[in-house]
Structure formats: C-alpha cells, structure tokens
C-alpha cells in the first residue's frame, strides 16, 4: 500500500475489494491505470491520463494470528 491507499484506510497487508462492473462517481475510491501502474484515489483526484479500472467496494483486513 502507498500514502494514497494509507489515506483512506487501507494498509499494508489489506486486501481491496474491487468491481469493475459498476461505473465511478466522481466521489469513487477507485483503481487507476496511470503510467505503467495501478493506482488508487478518488476519481476526482486522478491525473487525467488516468483510466479507471473499477471501484473499491470494500476492504479485507487479515487479523495477526
């Protein structure tokens, strides 16, 4: 996970849960296409090169055993 994913919640280890089927509101959490890798932002914060590709539903988050 990066400062981005961190900002919202995810964190290193967790799991995004995405899907691609829905479209993205300019409110979205989504995963981005962008220079060679994925990224994820709101999608109005994405460069706009960007190329949406699907909307983060919700996180996994493994508990330490």
């Known amino acids: ?3 981005s994913a961190a900002a919202h919640g995810i964190l ?3 799991l995004a849960v995405v899907d691609r089927a829905i ?3 300019r409110s979205s959490l ?3 296409w ?3 890798q994925f990224i994820l932002d ?3 914060g994405l460069p706009l090169e960007a190329q ?7 996180v996994v988050r493994c508990l330490p055993s």
């Not at 949406?52 to 919700?58: D, E, H, I, L, Q």
């Open 34 to 36: 962008c220079d060679d």
């Open 12 to 14: 290193d280890g967790d």
């Open 1 to 3: 996970s990066g400062p």
């Open 30 to 32: 989504v995963v981005a």
């Open 42 to 44: 709101l999608r109005s």
């Open 23 to 25: 479209a993205a509101s």
């Open 52 to 58: 949406v590709w699907g909307v983060v539903t919700g």
